[in-house]
C-alpha cells in the first residue's frame, strides 16, 4: 500500500524552465508535507515544507501548492538551473508517538544547460 | 559539525557475515531512525527510537537490531547479511516527539554491498 504517489519518475528540463512534479496522498491524518532534495552520494534534505492550513508556500524558486480537497500537493521549480538536477522526494507525515515520514518513490530531475 | 553523522560510509561484505553501522546525532534531537534506500531509491522505514525507547518497527527481518545506547546514538546491526541487504542506509532524527510533526534530518548514508 502506498501512501504517497509521485510522478513523474523523471523528468528532464531545460535552464529556465519549469519542473513540476506532483504528488498525492491517502491519509487524511497527514498534516506535514515536506519536500526533500538528494544529490548522489549524500542523504536527502529538507528543500521546503507546507502545512495543510495553507495551499502555498514560496521559497525563493522553489514553490509549493497544496489542494486539501484532492489530496494533493505539488512542487513548482522556476528557473529551473543545471545545479537543481537532483532527486526529489515527496512525503507526509503525522504527529504523534510514532511520528515518521512516509515517502514518494522520488523524481529523478535533470536540468540541461 | 556533522548533525547527522554515519559511519562507515561503505561497507563491502560476504553473504552470512554480521556488520554494524553506527549514528550520532549532535541536534539534541530525542528521536532517531533508520531509513533503507533501495537501488531504486525508494525510501523506506525500519525503525525509530525515542529517548532510547523502540517507537517503530516496520516489520524489519529480526536479523536486523537497532540499539540506542543513548538518545544522541542508534546503531544498526544486521546478522547473517544476505545479498538483498545491499542498500543505502539513512540515519536521521527529528525533533517531533509530543505530538507535532516536522523535518527529519538525515545523515549522508552508510552504502551497504553484500557479495
Known amino acids: 500500500q502506498q501512501q504517497v504517489k509521485q510522478s513523474p519518475q523523471s523528468l528532464i528540463v531545460q535552464k529556465g524552465g519549469i519542473s513540476i512534479i506532483n504528488c498525492a496522498y491517502e491519509?487524511?491524518?497527514?498534516?506535514?508535507f515536506p519536500w526533500y532534495q538528494q544529490f548522489p552520494g549524500k542523504g536527502p534534505a529538507l528543500l521546503i515544507a507546507?502545512?495543510?492550513?495553507?495551499s502555498e508556500k514560496k521559497e525563493g524558486r522553489f514553490t509549493i501548492s497544496f489542494n486539501k480537497s484532492a489530496k494533493q500537493f505539488s512542487l513548482h521549480i522556476m528557473d529551473s538551473q543545471p545545479g537543481d538536477s537532483a532527486t526529489y522526494f515527496c512525503?507526509?507525515?503525522?504527529?504523534?508517538?510514532?511520528?515518521?515520514?512516509?515517502f514518494g518513490k522520488g523524481t529523478l530531475l535533470t536540468v540541461n544547460p | 559539525d556533522t548533525a547527522v553523522s554515519q559511519t562507515p560510509k561503505y561497507l563491502v561484505t560476504q553473504m552470512g557475515n554480521d556488520k554494524s553501522i553506527k549514528c550520532e546525532q549532535n541536534?539534541?534531537?530525542?528521536?532517531m531512525y533508520w531509513y533503507k534506500q533501495d537501488s531504486k531509491k525508494f525510501l523506506k522505514i525500519m525503525f525509530s527510537y525515542n529517548n532510547k525507547e523502540l517507537i517503530i518497527n516496520e516489520t524489519v527481518p529480526n536479523r536486523f537490531s537497532p540499539k540506542s545506547p543513548d538518545k544522541a546514538h542508534l546503531n544498526l546491526h544486521i546478522n547473517s547479511l544476505e545479498l538483498g541487504d545491499s542498500a543505502v542506509y539513512f540515519c536521521?532524527?527529528?525533533?517531533?516527539?509530543?505530538?507535532?510533526?516536522?523535518?527529519?534530518?538525515f545523515g549522508e548514508g552508510s552504502r551497504l554491498t553484500v557479495l
Open positions: 536521521a532524527s527529528s525533533q517531533a516527539w509530543a505530538g507535532a510533526s516536522g523535518e527529519l534530518f
Open positions: 507546507i502545512r495543510p492550513d495553507v
Open positions: 491519509n487524511t491524518a497527514f498534516d506535514y
Open positions: 541536534l539534541g534531537h530525542d528521536t
Open positions: 512525503a507526509a507525515g503525522s504527529g504523534g508517538s510514532n511520528y515518521k515520514l512516509t
